[in-house]
């Protein structure tokens, strides 16, 4: 993950509830045995027809918003199954941030945990930047990680983070990082059971030189 303290740009309106993962990538694309190509699959019922043919009216196919690095949306954004494959197609499309005023569980640990920052807000507050966003020329969006706010046209709205989480987007670290960062804490822990619990170290190795 890359260190992230700030994210400006565009923002695309979506105003739909419960937006689930199954839409926003569907079922044909995760057919692959790797994460590349998945943009191609974003919301690919609502960009194109039955036909294949692309839908001109959705946001995302405006050459207005081809440039959108925020989706604002409704309530309850990416609830459905866990497929993790919503937040890489979202990612690759160059999507950074949703903004909404509630999002699917399982959804919000996959985002935050691969560096798609989620920012929740109340309903009033999200149907004031949706309104700014569908207006290309007050679509401007800015998300400052380091006072935990947003800002529209016509509304500037504060957000929360789990310290965790916050951590991870302003240093660039996932998952990994942030356990790697706890290290000397592991190893203080691990020395101090082995102490207390001698007898349970190496069982596996011990047991397997005596059967050998």
């Known amino acids: 993950m890359n260190n992230q303290t700030r994210i400006k740009g565009k ?27 998945l943009a191609e699959g974003l919301l690919f019922d609502m960009r194109f027809d039955a036909t294949g043919q ?7 196919n405006q050459a207005d918003y081809a440039d959108a690095c925020v989706l604002v949306a409704g309530p309850n954004f990416g609830c459905g199954s866990s497929r993790e ?6 990612q690759q499309y160059g999507i950074k941030a949703v903004i909404a005023p509630s999002f699917g569980e399982i959804f919000y640990s996959n985002a935050m945990n691969n560096g798609l920052l989620l ?9 004031l930047i949706l309104k700014d966003s569908a207006r290309p020329e007050t679509a401007a969006i800015d ?10 046209k016509n509304c500037k709205a504060r957000f929360s983070l789990s310290e965790r989480h916050r951590r991870m987007f302003l240093e660039g670290m996932d998952m990994v990082g942030a356990t790697l960062a706890m290290q000397s804490d592991i190893d203080s822990f691990a020395a101090d059971h082995w102490q207390q619990h001698p007898w349970l170290k190496d069982v596996a190795a011990k047991t397997h030189q005596q059967l050998a």
């Open 11 to 37: 923002a695309a309106p979506i105003p739909v509830a419960n937006l689930d993962t199954d839409q926003i990538i569907p079922k044909q694309f995760l057919r692959r045995i790797d994460k590349a190509g």
């Open 54 to 60: 692309i839908r001109p009216e959705f946001v995302l």
């Open 85 to 90: 494959h919503a937040v890489w197609s979202l």
């Open 119 to 127: 920012v929740q807000i109340s309903e009033a507050e999200t149907q």
């Open 143 to 152: 998300i400052d990680l380091e006072t935990m706010s947003v800002r529209s």
